[in-house]
């Protein structure tokens, strides 16, 4: 994913000629035993579910790709062994609505809505990137268009991916878009800072990638897709692209972009639209080193993912670990409608599939009572 301050053309072009310096490696989570913690497995007494959202009873699993996974990506694998505290998530991600009325409480601007600083973005770049024209250097975000004709090479986005000055939250497909009559979709546009400024409003916190993938497992140990392991049962259980991408959707699960939340079923644990629709943010680092480095650190309890972000295809990025998948996701491109599926994205940028849903933690729910 671009970052929110790179000109998009420049960006390709760069990055492929210069490599990454940095360290990869990941810090490892410690393993503790069962005699070593206790894990919140029931609401606690006298703790009450907050509006809009569902416990998630503590549990363990298999964090990764199960093995008959056979759209399954390198990343996604190995699997490890995975223990977390119950908590509390959202029902479905952040809507229009909601985030309407976190602006509306603070006065908040969104990344994309901000005046581009050049001196703040040449910070982030390689050295010696050439500043484009004024007239490009101004707030905008991501916005997807479909192509003409196939695409004989999927691994090159910006076929399909373009820079939209005046693209936000309240205009999720450039400024002629609006999100009127749309309150029960959910929010777009969001870059990092943005979901956790809501958060903060709202007492919640992004959840770890582990808290995501072990909620929508349902308690399917083994399952590829939240609904079992029947693709045949995609288009009636998620908003994903039918037909060729990035040229035809069928729309066969009935829309084209974004759909209201909740239009279809739930989970096992009763979260919606954790398949498909929108990508949703987490709090951890992206690091294709960390699957592997603790895949025999025996038991993580509570992890929190890599302790720094790395990727050698986008080495300058500071990436977060995005999941579900989203309106995009086909199986000739992405296939991220799967439980163990996970992308990276750089933390200042948003896009128009992109959103995010909160979590009441142990430590906050603990807090409050």
């Given at each position: 994913?671009?970052?929110?301050?790179?000109f998009?053309?420049?960006?390709?072009?760069?990055?492929p000629?210069?490599?990454?310096?940095?360290?990869?490696k990941?810090?490892?989570?410690?393993?503790?035993s069962?005699?070593?913690?206790?894990?919140?497995?029931?609401?606690?007494?006298?703790v009450e579910?907050?509006n809009?959202?569902?416990w998630?009873?503590?549990?363990?699993?298999?964090?990764?790709?199960?093995?008959?996974?056979?759209?399954?990506?390198?990343?996604?694998?190995?699997?490890?062994?995975v223990?977390?505290?119950?908590?509390?998530?959202?029902?479905?991600?952040?809507?229009?609505?909601?985030?309407?009325?976190?602006?509306?409480a603070?006065?908040?601007?969104?990344?994309?809505?901000?005046?581009?600083?050049?001196e703040?973005?040449?910070?982030?770049?390689?050295?010696?990137?050439?500043?484009?024209?004024?007239s490009?250097?101004?707030?905008?975000?991501?916005?997807?268009?479909?192509t003409?004709?196939?695409?004989?090479?999927?691994?090159d986005?910006?076929?399909?991916?373009?820079?939209?000055?005046?693209?936000?939250?309240?205009h999720?497909?450039?400024?002629?878009?609006?999100?009127?009559?749309?309150?029960?979709?959910?929010?777009?546009?969001?870059?990092?800072?943005?979901?956790l400024?809501?958060c903060?409003?709202?007492?919640?916190?992004?959840?770890?990638?582990?808290?995501?993938?072990?909620?929508?497992?349902?308690?399917?140990?083994?399952a590829?897709?939240?609904?079992?392991?029947?693709?045949?049962?995609?288009?009636?259980?998620a908003?994903?692209?039918?037909?060729?991408?990035?040229?035809?959707n069928t729309?066969?699960?009935?829309?084209?972009?974004?759909?209201p939340?909740?239009?279809y079923?739930?989970?096992?644990?009763?979260?919606?639209?954790?398949?498909?629709?929108?990508?949703?943010?987490?709090?951890?680092w992206?690091?294709?080193?960390?699957?592997p480095?603790?895949?025999?650190?025996?038991?993580?309890?509570?992890?929190?993912?890599?302790?720094?972000?790395?990727?050698?295809?986008?080495?300058?990025?500071?990436?977060?670990?995005?999941?579900?998948?989203?309106f995009?996701?086909?199986?000739?491109?992405?296939?991220?409608?799967?439980?163990?599926?996970?992308?990276?994205?750089?933390?200042?940028?948003?896009?128009e599939?992109?959103?995010?849903?909160?979590?009441?933690g142990?430590?906050?729910?603990?807090?409050?009572?």
């Open positions: 994913m671009m970052a929110r301050y790179c998009y053309p420049i960006f390709i072009m760069v990055l000629i210069i490599g990454c310096k940095q360290n990869s990941a810090k490892l989570e410690l393993p503790l069962k005699s070593e913690v206790e894990l919140i497995t029931s609401l606690p007494s006298g579910v907050p809009g959202m569902i998630i009873s503590g549990g363990e699993f298999y964090q990764g790709a199960v093995e008959q996974d056979t759209m399954a990506m390198a990343h996604e694998r190995p699997r490890h062994k223990a977390v505290d119950g908590f509390f998530m959202d029902e479905h991600p952040v809507t229009n609505e909601q985030f309407s009325k976190f602006v509306k603070t006065g908040y601007v969104t990344v994309a809505e901000r005046k581009i600083e050049w703040e973005m040449r910070k982030q770049l390689p050295p010696n990137t050439p500043k484009p024209h004024d490009i250097l101004q707030p905008g975000a991501l916005v997807f268009k479909k003409k004709t196939s695409v004989p090479n999927l691994y986005y910006s076929q399909w991916w373009q820079w939209k000055i005046g693209a936000d939250w309240r999720p497909n450039g400024p002629d878009s609006s999100i009127e009559e749309k309150d029960d979709h959910p929010v777009v546009q969001i870059a990092y800072e943005d979901a400024a809501y903060e409003w709202a007492g919640r916190r992004l959840p770890t990638e582990a808290e995501w993938e072990y909620a929508a497992r349902g308690g399917q140990e083994e590829v897709f939240f609904w079992g392991n029947d693709f045949g049962r995609l288009s009636v259980q908003n994903t692209w039918e037909g060729e991408f990035p040229v035809n729309l066969e699960d009935g829309f084209e972009l974004r759909a939340v909740k239009s079923p739930p989970n096992q644990f009763g979260l919606y639209d954790m398949a498909g629709n929108v990508w949703e943010w987490t709090s951890d992206y690091n294709t080193t960390y699957y480095e603790v895949a025999s650190a025996g038991t993580l309890v509570n992890p929190k993912g890599a302790d720094k972000a790395f990727d050698p295809n986008n080495p300058f990025q500071q990436e977060k670990v995005i999941k579900g998948g989203s995009l996701c086909s199986d000739s491109y992405c296939a991220s409608y799967r439980i163990s599926a996970r992308m990276a994205t750089s933390m200042d940028s948003g896009a599939h992109l959103g995010f849903r909160t979590v009441l142990k430590q906050q729910y603990l807090k409050s009572n």
